[in-house]
């Protein structure tokens, strides 16, 4: 036989040699959760193995991440529960939560790169991700002048790079017309451009207490049952100034990661989400998967077309990684 790609599968060496994909350190970002009070490093019930840090309480784990070559970290932060209010007012506090959380990790690692989610759900005492109108409608450009105001905060606090998680029409241009109003225009957006309404997000909301307290985000999120509409979406965002693109959740939306590589050039992003999380991480605590399960999964995310994986399982696959 002229062709026999078995050859290529003989050995180790050989198959190291032309394999495709490398899933790199380097790839990927660590959410961090941050809340209020001190003495904290609190287990998250619905997410195993991913904690609540108090601010004093992150040093160690920065350190840790940084052993592990893991470079970026993007942060949520959840504030006392009377701090929420109806146009997120904690969210742009300089002493908020996520600013101070900032400060905290620029001042233990200047070198850690320093992400945060913009959106208003984890401020909002409705936890939509925007401004109410009285009939409860997220009133869209009202809510930009809010989600920029969130934004300059994060960076005035020291943050390289925001992301934008709320999914109204026009904030990237709102986001990047106030960064650069500021003099910080060297400072990138990271859009969450094609973010659908997803059940996959439970455990996070859980985790951030940012569950809506009524209705559901499916007037601004997107609907699962589209692809078309992720182009549309990704496109807006470029022309408004968005540096990266992101496609969330992950697992369930390759195709969408896949279509998103081939119609841009920016670099991609994919949220390998809570839900994809604790759905793999309980089939291999129970013993129903063994662990490649999760290397394996996340490596399709890559293979479909993303540069850059925002992932809960970052720490143990760099210990994978680096154990290969
Ligand atoms: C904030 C936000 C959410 C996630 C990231 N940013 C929740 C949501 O939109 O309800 C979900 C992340 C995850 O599930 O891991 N809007």
Same mark, same amino acid.
């Given at each position: 036989? %002229?062709?026999?790609?078995?050859?290529?599968?003989?050995?180790?060496?050989?198959?190291?040699?032309?394999?495709?994909?490398?899933?790199?350190?380097?790839?990927?970002?660590?959410?961090?959760?941050?809340?209020?009070?001190?003495?904290?490093?609190?287990?998250?019930?619905?997410?195993?193995?991913?904690?609540?840090?108090?601010?004093?309480? %992150?040093?160690?784990?920065?350190?840790?991440?940084?052993?592990?070559?893991?470079?970026?970290?993007?942060?949520?932060?959840?504030?006392?529960?009377?701090?929420?209010?109806? !146009?997120?007012?904690?969210?742009?506090?300089?002493?908020?939560?996520?600013?101070?959380?900032?400060?905290?990790?620029?001042?233990?690692?200047?070198?850690?790169?320093?992400?945060?989610?913009?959106?208003?759900?984890? $401020?909002?005492?409705?936890?939509? !991700?925007?401004?109410?109108?009285?009939?409860? $409608?997220?009133?869209?450009?009202?809510?930009?002048?809010?989600?920029?105001?969130?934004?300059?905060?994060?960076?005035?606090?020291?943050?390289?790079?925001?992301?934008?998680?709320?999914?109204?029409?026009?904030?990237?241009?709102?986001?990047?017309?106030?960064? @650069?109003?500021?003099?910080?225009?060297?400072?990138?957006?990271?859009?969450?451009?094609?973010?659908?309404?997803?059940?996959?997000?439970?455990?996070?909301?859980?985790?951030?207490?940012?569950?809506?307290?009524?209705? @559901?985000?499916?007037?601004?999120?997107?609907?699962?049952?589209?692809?078309?509409?992720?182009?549309?979406?990704?496109?807006?965002?470029?022309?408004?100034?968005?540096?990266?693109?992101?496609?969330?959740?992950?697992?369930?939306?390759?195709?969408?990661?896949?279509?998103?590589?081939?119609?841009?050039?920016?670099?991609?992003?994919? $949220?390998?989400?809570?839900?994809? $999380?604790?759905?793999?991480?309980?089939?291999?605590?129970?013993?129903?998967?063994?662990?490649?399960?999760?290397?394996?999964?996340?490596?399709?995310?890559?293979?479909?077309?993303?540069?850059?994986?925002?992932?809960?399982?970052?720490?143990?696959?760099?210990?994978?990684?680096?154990?290969?």
């Amino acid at each position: 036989m %002229l062709r026999r790609p078995r050859r290529l599968r003989t050995n180790k060496a050989i198959r190291n040699l032309v394999r495709e994909t490398k899933l790199n350190v380097e790839d990927f970002i660590y959410p961090l959760f941050i809340v209020e009070g001190e003495n904290i490093k609190r287990e998250i019930s619905s997410l195993p193995d991913v904690y609540h840090f108090s601010v004093d309480m %992150l040093e160690d784990e920065i350190r840790e991440l940084k052993e592990l070559g893991i470079e970026h970290v993007i942060l949520f932060g959840i504030p006392h529960d009377d701090e929420k209010d109806a !146009c997120a007012t904690a969210g742009f506090d300089e002493n908020g939560i996520i600013q101070r959380a900032i400060r905290k990790i620029k001042e233990i690692d200047r070198e850690m790169n320093v992400i945060t989610d913009v959106c208003m759900c984890e $401020y909002t005492s409705h936890g939509h !991700c925007g401004i109410l109108d009285e009939n409860g $409608y997220v009133n869209n450009d009202k809510t930009l002048e809010y989600l920029a105001k969130i934004a300059v905060s994060h960076v005035k606090a020291g943050a390289d790079m925001v992301a934008p998680s709320d999914m109204m029409d026009g904030r990237i241009k709102a986001i990047r017309q106030a960064l @650069d109003k500021e003099n910080f225009e060297h400072i990138a957006i990271m859009s969450y451009s094609a973010k659908y309404a997803s059940t996959f997000y439970g455990p996070f909301r859980e985790a951030a207490n940012s569950a809506p307290s009524f209705g @559901d985000r499916k007037t601004y999120q997107m609907d699962p049952a589209n692809s078309n509409e992720a182009i549309i979406e990704s496109e807006l965002d470029i022309e408004e100034g968005a540096d990266i693109l992101m496609v969330k959740p992950a697992l369930s939306y390759l195709d969408i990661i896949r279509r998103t590589k081939d119609n841009f050039d920016l670099p991609l992003a994919a $949220y390998n989400v809570s839900g994809e $999380y604790a759905m793999l991480k309980s089939a291999v605590k129970n013993g129903i998967l063994s662990e490649g399960a999760i290397y394996e999964s996340v490596m399709s995310i890559k293979r479909a077309g993303a540069d850059i994986i925002i992932t809960y399982f970052a720490k143990e696959l760099a210990k994978q990684i680096k154990n290969k």
